[in-house]
């Protein structure tokens, strides 16, 4: 058999992220070939491309998707340029991956991810999490213990995530330039929330200004991994006003707890997830989001029988991060080895908790 072809990745954007947390992996994929750059910013796109190989640049991706042929683009936008940005790209390659949350709205959402389904384009949408070594184990451990039944139900599902930092110095190689961003067509207003709280307006569309937007572009990983844990969807509880707690209960019964920054540290990340059963529990340890060549942390505790002893496991976990597996799965969906670990239609169910969870903080009803 002939060696299998490269994966021809084009990129849509190469700012901060679109460099530090995904062009710096793609290169090193021995599956993988990034072919091209679109960056509105041509200073930039130069200097980008003269330091990862990448040989050619275009001034946006209308003119990168006439001339190139490529299998998949990576599109790492501002999440408010998802619903104007996509439909531009979706049918022209098979796979696009973009960063986190799929849109603001829900409406927004839902239309790409019809879209995204009515011209067969398989789009992955950026929870990294998911991809870390650390969650990786962890899930199969709560799959098998489910079918098993060895561990009793499912019991509780925790997630604890103060604020901290994040970028653990990922943007240490990050390129700049002084050009000024051109303007960008962004999504038009929301009209999700409506209605007023003690005579004041619910929802300030000046992005990224309001409680809606802070919560969608921080916490939304947490909502999606907290589905992720639980195997199912559920539906949020309660919201304190403070800010602090998110209650939810699952489509089978199981109770879920996101803290959000009930503290918060300066040059660490506590980041961490508890899945309860009746006679063990898992711990999982994530790190810093752009931390690199280093997975999660997990701790396994087994008590299934009265005078068994106890286990207390921590297993050795590869030295990869999250980011990097995450550019390996991607290349393995463009390649059909794999489906994504979050597709738009799933993603749509994070906005449509993040209304749930704002309109029950604000006014008290779903």
Known sequence: MGKQKKVRIGFVGVGSMGQCAHLRNYVTIPDCEVVAIAEIRPQLAEKVAARYGVPAVYRDHHAMLASEDLDGVVASQMFDCHATLLPEIYGRVKCVFTEKPLAISVSAGEKLAQLAAKTKTVHMV???????????????????????????????????????????????????????????????????????VNGKPMWDWKPPAGDYVRFVNYYIHQVNLLRYLLGEPYEVAYADPS????????????????????????????????????HGYIRL?????????????????RDPKPGQT?????????????????????????????????DA????EDLRVALQYIRLRFAGKR
């Not at 110095?169 to 409506?194: A, C, V, Y």
């Not at 959000?260 to 990340?269: D, G, I, K, N, R």
């Not at 239609?345 to 749509?348: D, F, H, K, L």
Request: proline share 10%; net charge positive.
């Open 126 to 196: 950026g929870y990294h999490k998911r991809s870390d070594p650390a969650t990786e184990y962890v899930k199969n451990i709560i799959d098998t213990w489910k079918k098993s039944g060895e561990m009793g139900t499912m019991k509780y599902v925790r997630i604890l995530m103060p604020s901290g930092d994040w970028i653990a110095n990922g943007f240490r190689e990050l390129i700049t330039s002084d050009e000024p961003l051109p303007p960008i067509k962004r999504e038009p207003p929301m009209t999700e929330l409506k209605g007023a």
């Open 243 to 278: 800010g602090v707690v998110m209650a939810v209960e699952s489509r089978s019964g199981i109770p879920g707890v996101i803290e959000m920054s009930p503290y918060s540290t300066t040059v660490e990340w506590k980041e961490s997830a508890l899945i309860a059963f009746e």
């Open 285 to 301: 340890s994530l790190p810093a989001p752009l931390a690199c060549n280093r997975a999660g942390h997990v701790e396994i505790y």
């Open 310 to 342: 106890p286990q207390r496991i921590s297993p050795t976990l590869p030295w990869v991060h999250a980011m990097r597996r995450q550019a390996e799965n991607f290349v393995a969906v463009c390649q059909g080895k794999k489906r994504p670990p979050c």
């Open 345 to 348: 239609t799933e993603a749509v």
